[in-house]
């Protein structure tokens, strides 16, 4: 831990490559990026610290966001992303968590819009299921954000940011707009804060807006979470007394984890299944799941698999989703939260963390502004790759050596192209198809899945999965069978773009070979460089 730099080949910490933002928010901005030591994809998300810190408290803030945030994982596997590496450089705390899966909440609602009540209560559920777990064992969050919460297709989440909370004598790091009255007046925090937190994302998913604006300067916007009325909800509906109940100014007065465990089950309970979605089931513990997914298969008589969609075949297995224990209620102010009794200097004004000066090119840097970051399409190319620009409309980086080895078309423009190299037992499959099904998870079962069971030695691994890709529907499947002989592995992903269009990759490797951090490295740039071109 402690003080890192920055490498002059463009890696921040001299290890990790920054590929795309993911997701920015008040002085934080997430990166999804790569260990370059190993290959795998990771999230890599910069907090602008307070100025004039001391390295020796820098680097004692890096190394707790080490230990707490290691630690919750370790409570709820597969809800929690572990964390791998904290670093400080050029200013900013970066910590360097596994891909678990998922959309950052925030991006959901800038992409969709509001919330249904039943799939907000959904994921407030969830949300309440890990920090149940964390305050169990004394440990607040105190930065829980839209940015910090992903959500996976099949309603689960994934909770980052653990440990950032006390690590500095700010308020709060990011995000204040969801800050607790009590982090605005710099007070002790304790788990009551989290559930303030809560109720602010409940209230933001269904009316699509914080309860408190950002104000622009940190100091400004916490002074209107602690001082100005609350805005009532207008769309909150069944979910009017929880929210409400969550925001109360005074800890003390706020619902309780049970009370509002009931509420949010009650809407679930009256709610509309079609609103949520099927009850997700657990999931067993894996290997890491990042942007990673699944597959595409031609259909039946060698066309494209008629409804079909097509795959993005990638690495990754299934990650656990075990439930979060339940703990004590809220008590006392922990140690994971106390600040000191006299309060600091409010932050100085924060923008948007940028990544360090000599990570990713400036193409595909941030701008100061706030917003969606343009980059180049496709995303930074990794070393020993090269971007292959297809002539029938889409790009992705290839291995050196690797070429197109096979194109088949058919009717209504659908097509197939195979990439790899001469002695590689390893394929890359891109497919199109413009009578894509609505339903992802249906063309797996229904129309791929058939004709994939005809084959020696098929298997299937895990349930066929639900989930987004590029901020699209998409599915997930993978396979063992055997070809030439040889037994090989599959994994893949299909996503919708629209207007019955689908695009894929499948990757197939030799099954005995499919930990290779060699694979995992080419997997991860297959998923991070694939791009529709719409030149």
């Known amino acids: 831990m402690g003080w890192a730099q920055v490498s002059t080949q463009g890696l921040l910490a001299g290890r990790y490559r920054l590929f795309e933002v993911v997701h920015r928010e008040t002085n934080r901005v997430s990166w999804s990026g790569e260990d370059a030591e190993t290959g795998r994809p990771c999230l890599v998300t910069g907090v602008g610290l307070p100025e004039d810190r001391p390295g020796g408290a820098a680097s004692r803030a ?62 407030a559920l969830e949300l309440l299921a890990v920090l149940e777990a964390a305050h169990g064992q004394g440990i607040t969050h105190g930065e829980l954000s839209p940015g910090q919460v992903f959500v996976r297709d099949d309603g689960s989440v994934v909770v980052t940011g653990f440990g950032l909370a006390g690590t500095t004598l700010a308020p709060r790091l990011a995000a204040p707009a969801y800050a607790s009255p009590e982090q605005a007046r710099d007070e002790r925090i304790g788990p009551s804060a989290d559930l303030w937190t809560l109720g602010a994302l409940l209230y933001t998913m269904v009316e699509r807006r ?89 259909g039946r008589r060698g066309t494209v698999a008629g409804t079909a969609l097509a795959l993005v075949t990638v690495t990754a297995a299934a990650l656990a989703a075990a439930q979060g224990t339940s703990g004590p209620d809220d008590g006392p102010a922990t140690d994971a939260g106390r600040r000191p009794s006299a309060p600091a200097s409010p932050p100085a004004e924060a ?49 050196g050596g690797w070429r197109r080895l ?75 069978a055997r070809a030439d002989g040889a037994r090989v592995r599959t994994f893949g992903r299909g996503y919708l773009l629209g207007g019955g269009r689908s695009f894929s990759l499948r990757w197939t490797t030799l099954a005995g070979d499919w930990a290779d951090p060699g694979n995992e490295r080419a997997l991860a740039a297959f998923l991070a460089t694939f791009r529709e071109r719409r030149d």
Not at 365 to 394: C, I, K, L, Q
């Open 62 to 123: 890096a190394a707790r966001v080490l230990r707490t945030g290691s630690a919750v994982a370790s409570l709820c596997p597969g809800r929690v992303a572990p964390v791998v590496d904290a670093v400080v450089a050029d200013g900013s705390l970066w910590t360097v968590t596994g891909r678990e899966g998922g959309v950052p909440l925030g991006g959901l609602l800038d992409r969709h819009g509001a919330f249904g009540h039943v799939r907000a209560a959904r994921v």
């Open 406 to 480: 096979d194109t088949s078309r058919a009717p209504g423009g659908a097509y197939r192209v195979v990439f790899g190299a001469s002695g590689d037992p390893r394929t890359l499959v891109v497919t199109y198809s413009s009578r894509a099904g609505a339903d992802p998870v249906a063309v797996w079962r229904d129309d791929v899945e058939p004709g994939l069971a005809r084959r020696h030695g098929y298997r299937r691994i895990g349930a066929i999965r639900a989930t987004t890709y590029q901020g699209r529907e998409a599915a997930d499947m993978e396979w063992v």
């Open 351 to 399: 923008s948007p963390t940028a990544p360090p000066s000599s990570s990713p090119p400036a193409a595909s840097s941030p701008p100061a502004a706030s917003g969606p970051a343009p980059s180049r399409p496709g995303g930074t190319v990794p070393a020993g790759f090269r971007r292959y620009d297809a002539p029938e409309g889409f790009s992705v980086a290839l291995p």
């Open 210 to 298: 914080p309860p408190f604006r950002d104000r622009g300067r940190p100091e400004a916007t916490l002074r209107g979470v602690d001082r100005l009325p609350l805005r009532a909800p207008v769309r909150a509906g069944p979910l009017s007394r929880a929210v409400q109940g969550l925001l109360r100014k005074d800890y003390r007065e706020r619902l309780t984890r049970p009370v509002v465990r009931a509420a949010l089950t009650r809407v679930l309970a009256e709610g509309s299944e079609a609103e949520v979605g099927p009850v997700p089931r657990p999931r067993p513990s894996g290997a890491y799941a990042g942007a990673l997914g699944a597959v595409h298969s031609w």
